[in-house]
């Protein structure tokens, strides 16, 4: 399951996820399922046709990811795998960092952080011309919609509809609608 939500130059992809780490981190072994959210810049093509033509749009490269995961094999809700990577090596998450906010209440974090696009890209230590005034308005008046949006998938996720291993997931697999 994809949702993307599109500003003018910013947008915000959201997606179910299930993986295993083939050289996970101490305390990190076994499979994970959750969430993942990444802002991510988007470019508006030219028309390839006439002025009716649709215009091509395309999802760039992420700027910040944040995975709301659990262990497979823990207590549903305890969010104890979720963490947010503050920074991104062009296509590749830098380190995973833990936050015990986004543990304990992840949506509330998730709609503040949304809220403020300004905080987020100096955190990550973006360029704040990355955004257009239309990208700050607009994801501070969308959070509310983007974080339900996050909600629901995480429901469907604990009841097993969604991000769940294939028949052939194994260490080192990873399973995800889209991101």
Known sequence: MLYLFGFERIGVAVSDIYF???NPGQDQEGAERGVRLELRRLKQGELRGSIYSARPITVERPLWRVDLLESVSGTPGS???THHHPGMNGWEPGRRVFDH?????PLKWLGERLADLEGVLKEVG???????????AGLRERAPEIVETVGRLLERVRAGEIA???DAASAGSLRASWL
């Open 79 to 81: 969010f104890d795998r």
């Open 20 to 22: 295993v780490d083939p």
């Open 126 to 136: 973006a360029d704040p011309g990355e955004a257009s005034p239309a990208d700050v």
């Open 101 to 105: 906010a986004l543990s304990g209440e």
């Open 164 to 166: 769940a291993p294939d």
